[in-house]
C-alpha cells in the first residue's frame, strides 16, 4: 500500500484544514487507518484512527475538534480539522495498518505503512 498525504497549509487560529489520504492498492478497506503528528523537536504522536469496521479513537487533545471519515470507494481517508490552534501545528502522516497485523492503534508501531506527510501551520 502506497500512501500519499495532501491538505496541510498555512492557517491562522480558530480555522479549518481537511488532510485526505490517498491510498493505491487493493483491499483498502481492509486497513485501519490513523493520523499521526510530529512537531519540531518532539515524537510522533497519535491524533486519530479509524478501523476497517469503522470503530474510531481520537487523542484527548483532539478529540471534538477533529473527525477521522474513510471512502472505502475512493480508497482515501480524511481528517477535517476545526478549532485549529497553534498548537496543532506539525508534519501530519497518515499511516495504515493491515489486516491481522499486530499492535494496537495509537502506537506508530502498530502501523505498518506510512505516507510521505504534510505539514500543518497554525498562526495565533
Known amino acids: 500500500v502506497q500512501l500519499q498525504a495532501s491538505g496541510g497549509g498555512l492557517v491562522q487560529a480558530g480555522g479549518s484544514l481537511r488532510l485526505s489520504c490517498a491510498a493505491s492498492?487493493?483491499?483498502?478497506?481492509?486497513?485501519?487507518m490513523g493520523w499521526f503528528r510530529q512537531a519540531p523537536g518532539k515524537e510522533r504522536e497519535f491524533v486519530t484512527a479509524?478501523?476497517?469496521?469503522?470503530?474510531?479513537y481520537y487523542s484527548d487533545s483532539v478529540k471534538d475538534r477533529f473527525t477521522i471519515s474513510r471512502d472505502n470507494a475512493k480508497n482515501t481517508v480524511y481528517l477535517q480539522m476545526n478549532s485549529l490552534k497553534p498548537e496543532d501545528t506539525a508534519v501530519y502522516y497518515c499511516?495504515?495498518?493491515?489486516?491481522?497485523?499486530?499492535?494496537?492503534?495509537?502506537?506508530?508501531?502498530?502501523?505498518?505503512?506510512w505516507g510521505q506527510g504534510t505539514e500543518v501551520t497554525v498562526s495565533s
Open positions: 479509524i478501523t476497517s469496521s469503522g470503530r474510531i
Open positions: 499511516a495504515a495498518k493491515s489486516p491481522y497485523y499486530s499492535g494496537g492503534y495509537a502506537g506508530p508501531s502498530g502501523y505498518d505503512f
Open positions: 492498492g487493493r483491499a483498502f478497506s481492509g486497513y485501519g
